[in-house]
């Protein structure tokens, strides 16, 4: 008989439509914009606006991008979650035997939902839960909603196993090793012209105020990836992108402003890497080629020249990306192992 697993690890993100449909999308907007850590001021105000505005307004635009990135498999982000779960847990099976530690990608909005994988992990006889959210860098709307959502499920299944939840994982050398190398693979030349922009998710302000270390993590990843490649700091920027609602009570500067300089002062190739999505998603597959790549190489049209602008893809299900993550969870492994 196999031995029970010792370790259970989730690897969380935020989510994904169940189809690119109208309804799909209208029920993923309505659970993941009702979660008070990504919106959370004038909450009876935003229930009405969220219901009534909001959502009959995007279902069908936001479904319309999903269908252009879908895959015969489904949804990008949970196919490359899934795929990186199998492979991380063949990774440790590899490394410490087989049935000693099993791995589920979860989301916490949307499926495979965190509770039905915890219930999963509990028939499995898992003794330790490592949670891993899959965001180097974290933040309210992220790490501490899967945190939260994790809490609550646990309390209300009444299980109470040994668990450890991963805050963030941008110290870790592997993960700074990993996208530097990612960005010299779509051939970017450190001794060249070339400009690099380091592309994060933007989050309110108000969340900054409030205490979130965001933008910290964010500037010390930044940093972390371009000593690695060894950039003068002339030769990269940090942007950001994706705001929901008023862009002036989101983090700057936006993605798009930074892309329309360079291309306005004669940059000649911009490389352009998403650090904090661990897998692409919509707002690579679909916000990249449609909306920031086009604010570079139409400010370089209009000076007269014609720009080049490359795309680094995520870590997403890479050999790279599984030793990033090993590398993170592995001591917390190996203490419950030996425990």
């Not at 907007?29 to 935003?46: E, G, I, M, T």
Request: hydrophobic share 40%; net charge neutral.
């Amino acid at each position: 008989m196999a031995k029970e697993p010792v370790c259970g690890i989730v690897l969380a993100n935020t989510g994904t439509p169940d189809a690119p449909t109208p309804h799909a999308v209208a029920s993923y907007l309505r659970q993941f914009l009702s979660d008070p850590n990504v919106v959370s001021s004038r909450r009876l105000v935003w229930w009405f606006v969220l219901r009534f505005i909001v959502i009959p307004r995007r279902k069908r635009a936001s479904a319309e991008k999903y269908r252009r990135i879908w895959t015969p498999e489904g949804s990008p982000l949970l196919v490359q979650h899934e795929a990186l779960a199998r492979t991380l847990e063949a990774q440790f099976a590899e490394e410490l035997g087989p049935d000693r530690v099993v791995v589920r990608a979860a989301m916490n909005y949307g499926k495979p939902s965190i509770p039905s994988t915890l219930k999963e992990l509990r028939r499995l006889g898992v003794h330790k839960l490592i949670i891993v959210p899959t965001y180097p860098q974290a933040a309210y709307s992220t790490t501490r909603a899967v945190a939260h959502t994790v809490v609550r499920s646990l309390h209300r299944m009444r299980w109470k196993p040994d668990y450890e939840i991963v805050s963030n994982y941008h110290r870790n050398p592997s993960y700074a090793r990993a996208v530097a190398a990612s960005i010299m693979n779509a051939g970017f030349d450190p001794e060249g012209d070339d400009r690099l922009l380091l592309s994060f998710h933007s989050i309110p302000l108000e969340h900054i105020e409030g205490g979130d270390t965001y933008e910290r993590e964010v500037g010390a990843s930044a940093l972390a990836v371009t000593d690695v490649l060894g950039l003068d700091r002339k030769r990269w920027t940090i942007g950001y992108q994706s705001p929901f609602g008023d862009p002036d009570q989101w983090l700057q500067p936006y993605s798009t402003d930074v892309l329309k300089r360079w291309g306005a002062v004669g940059t000649k190739r911009a490389f352009f890497v998403c650090p904090g999505f661990a897998s692409d998603c919509l707002e690579t597959l679909y916000d990249i080629p449609a909306d920031l790549e086009p604010a570079f190489l139409d400010a370089c049209a209009e000076e007269g020249y014609a720009g080049e602008f490359v795309a680094v893809p995520c870590l997403g299900k890479t050999k790279a990306h599984v030793k990033v993550l090993a590398d993170v969870v592995r001591p917390i492994v190996k203490e419950a192992l030996d425990a």
